[in-house]
């Protein structure tokens, strides 16, 4: 069994002061493989004072010399990849290709951080006001175990072109690519204490990050029940937050559409890391006379979802990340059928053919209405909840009928109507007819999906805070 006993403070590999033992178990075996040491609040505490003792150090760092740092933040991610996905698939359980992606957007994130820096003025003057944007200081990151490296890079790489420094938490579940992507993020060479990882537990690093006065912000992803609590104890200091958070995307699919494209599209969608991201879109909404159609068309397509070695390239959906989530995805289908939804297929149990591992059968309720607990709540599984609507408005409003507001899609011929629908749905993000990739859009919550948003200039700018300077 793999002995994970390292945090990374001050620029060395060290061992916890924390004496508490956490034990992952393979979410396809179901065995035991890793044994990791977690931080407790002193090693929290001491990564802060090393991240407060390099800040000055970083506030002062000129463009040039954070492109540098950048540069070889990625140089050293990228020369690692196979090895990080292969570490990502073992622990998450999920197919290659998504951890491959994860992984390229991991070190891209930094080459599109260089981009921002080569065009973004940190001064700039208001009439008699020369206006200067200061990095904050030391920010606290505390991520959630779904895309691991992905979000650590998006929020580091802020994090250097800012001029801040950083505590980096990751999820306690992820600790196997977390003490990989250390030493990645090592061989880059920054100064000591720019940025510090520390693997804890949420009630225990978490928490301590978030009262410490020494921490200027925090940029949070993971549930909005956590976020809550940090926005809350945060508030204390008045730490300045990103969130980013929950969701239960609404998939709107105007009577025009070809449901050829858009059923496997929503497929796709509401399995996303089988299931288990923020942004998956597990509302399908549908025009009440095409419903018999969708159904035809939803069993047509299901074998595009194929659950198993995620090795195999075949595999399409991996497993759920431990024990406890699998046994809340099997408790919401039971809620679903519970409450009166009609299972169109699959259901409770592993799907046939495997004989271990913590996969979820893909699940498709159809008679679903929006006040069921399936509709409302985010599941984190590959279950999709249909819902149907009889006009235009009454999509928008069921869509828009929830307390999240992160994502949303809506598929269409008519452009005109599919753009009208866009405008009118409460969500960070709108796809039309299809799925896309701009990094430097930006990405965050309506409502309880967050606050605050990431990428690009926006994300930039959630490190920095204006300065009006006079007289000068
Ligand atoms: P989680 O909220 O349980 O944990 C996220 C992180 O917060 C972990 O590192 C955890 O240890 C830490 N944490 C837990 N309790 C804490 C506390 N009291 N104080 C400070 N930190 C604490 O979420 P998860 O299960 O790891 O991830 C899944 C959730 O993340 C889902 O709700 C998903 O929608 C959300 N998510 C959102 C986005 C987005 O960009 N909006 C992206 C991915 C995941």
Redesign the pocket.
């Known amino acids: 069994m793999k002995i994970l006993n390292t945090l990374y403070i001050n620029g060395q590999h060290v061992t916890p002061h924390g004496t508490e033992v956490l034990t992952l178990i393979h979410p396809v075996s179901e065995q035991p493989v890793a044994q990791v040491r977690l931080a407790d609040e002193e090693d929290t505490r001491l990564a802060i004072a090393a991240a407060k003792a390099a800040f000055p150090q970083m506030r002062l760092s000129s463009r040039q010399q954070r492109v540098i740092w950048l540069q070889r933040l990625h140089d050293a991610v990228k020369a690692r990849e196979a090895e990080l996905v292969e570490t990502m698939v073992d622990e998450y359980g999920c197919p290659a290709a998504f951890a491959q992606s994860t992984v390229e957007r991991s070190y891209n994130s930094f080459l599109q951080a260089i981009d921002l820096l080569k065009d973004y003025s940190f001064e700039t003057r208001v009439g008699k006001a020369k206006v200067v944007m200061e990095p904050l200081g030391v920010v606290g990151i505390?991520?959630?175990?779904?895309?691991n490296y992905g979000?650590i890079a998006s929020k580091l790489s802020m994090v250097i072109a800012s001029g801040c420094s950083a505590v980096i938490?990751?999820?306690?579940?992820s600790a196997r690519q977390t003490a990989l992507f250390a030493e990645c993020l090592h061989e880059a060479g920054l100064p000591n204490g720019v940025f510090n990882i520390v693997t804890g537990?949420?009630?225990v690093v978490?928490?301590e990050?978030?009262r410490h006065p020494d921490i200027a912000k925090i940029s949070?992803?993971?549930?909005?029940?956590?976020?809550k609590?940090?926005a809350r104890d945060g508030a204390a200091t008045l730490k300045r937050v990103t969130l980013?958070?929950?969701?239960k995307s609404a998939n709107v699919l105007l009577d025009d559409v070809d449901l050829d494209v858009a059923i496997p599209l929503a497929l796709q969608v509401m399995s996303w890391n089988s299931g288990q991201?923020?942004?998956a879109g597990t509302r399908l909404l549908v025009q009440e006379n095409k419903l018999e159609e969708v159904k035809a068309q939803i069993l047509k397509h299901l074998s595009i979802l194929r659950p198993g070695d995620p090795r195999d390239p075949k595999t399409t959906l991996g497993t759920a990340v431990t024990a406890r989530q699998y046994q809340r995805v099997q408790e919401f289908i039971r809620a679903g059928i519970a409450e009166g939804a009609e299972l169109l297929c699959g259901g409770e149990g592993r799907p046939e053919g495997l004989a271990s591992g913590y996969f979820v059968k893909p699940t498709v309720f159809v008679n679903v209405r929006n006040d069921m607990t399936i509709a409302q709540q985010?599941i984190?599984g590959p279950v999709l909840s249909v819902i149907t609507y009889r006009d235009d408005a009454e999509a928008v409003q069921i869509a828009n009928d929830t307390v999240y507001g992160?994502q949303a899609y809506v598929s269409g011929k008519d452009a005109g109507r599919t753009a009208a629908v866009a405008s009118q749905l409460i969500a960070g993000r709108v796809f039309i007819n299809g799925v896309y990739d701009e990094p430097l859009a930006p990405?965050?919550?309506f409502k309880q999906?967050?606050l605050g948003r990431e990428f690009g200039t926006y994300g930039l700018e959630a490190y920095l805070e204006p300065k009006a300077i006079m007289g000068q």
Do not use: D, H, R, Y
């Open positions: 505390i991520t959630p175990w779904n895309a979000f938490k990751p999820s306690e579940l537990l949420g009630n978490g928490a990050i978030t949070f992803t993971g549930s909005t029940a956590v976020g609590t940090i980013e958070l929950g969701g991201a923020c942004i985010e984190f992160l990405f965050g919550g999906s967050g």
